[in-house]
């Protein structure tokens, strides 16, 4: 079966543009987590979606970030008024269930240089 | 708050050696485990996870990791490197409670195999 796929795989905008960034978790994956991944920060939870419960968006850097995901499958991570801090890799997983012990699966990312 | 810490950004081996890879968490009951590994340009991809049940957990490719409670480390090993080991290699932990899913990195360290 498919894997956790996204898109675009590399983004490059201009400072104070928004962008969109897409998920599309693998078949059947009640959860979803965005991750960013930083030369200087490394790799950062961003937030979490859990079937039709409140997503935990405890990991947003800032009220620029947000996120959707429509019908319980596809996500939408969106960046306003981007900044140049904002360039790293975008990284999506998904997994069955909700437990802590669950495997996530990443997909390959968005690479995102702002300039 | 979780913490990993992975000792060592960059880790050289010879082909045929031994690999190991350092990682100690910090954290008063021990969480759930995982090795990642990044390939070039490419998403996370789970090699191994620790979840409570023996302590010598094996995983794809060769690798291996011990959990050991009493120096909160879970090292990963392969007894002999091959060329196609060379990657980014992640330390990840996740709590052992209810609706904390998101994974917590260490900053990772960068395995080369010498010919």
């Known amino acids: 079966g498919a894997g956790v796929s996204q898109s675009p795989s590399n983004k490059v905008t201009e400072k104070g543009k928004d962008v969109e960034l897409r998920c599309d978790p693998i078949?059947?994956?009640?959860?979803l987590y965005w991750y960013r991944q930083s030369l200087g920060q490394g790799l950062e939870f961003l937030i979490y979606?859990?079937?039709?419960?409140?997503?935990?968006k405890s990991g947003l850097p800032s009220d620029r970030f947000s996120a959707e995901r429509t019908g319980g499958s596809v996500s939408t991570l969106t960046i306003q008024r981007t900044q140049q801090e904002d360039s790293a890799v975008y990284l999506c997983a998904s997994s069955l269930g909700i437990h802590p012990q669950e495997t996530q699966y990443f997909g390959p990312g968005t690479r995102l240089l702002v300039l | 708050a979780q913490s990993v810490t992975q000792l060592g950004s960059h880790v050289s081996v010879s082909e045929g050696a031994l690999v190991l890879l350092r990682c100690n968490y910090s954290?008063?009951?021990?969480?759930?485990l995982f090795w990642y590994v990044q390939y070039p340009n490419q998403g996370l991809q789970l090699l191994l996870k620790y979840t409570s049940a023996a302590t010598l957990v094996k995983g794809i490719n060769g690798f291996e990791a011990e959990f050991k409670k009493s120096e909160t480390s879970f090292h990963l090993t392969k007894p002999s490197a091959h060329m196609s080991d060379a990657a980014e290699y992640f330390c990840?932990?996740?709590?052992?409670?209810?609706?904390?899913?998101?994974?917590?990195f260490g900053t990772g360290t960068r395995l080369t195999v010498i010919p």
């Open positions: 954290s008063s009951v021990p969480p759930y």
């Open positions: 979606f859990q079937g039709n419960s409140a997503p935990d």
């Open positions: 990840a932990v996740t709590p052992k409670q209810t609706g904390a899913n998101n994974l917590f």
């Open positions: 078949s059947g994956h009640t959860a």
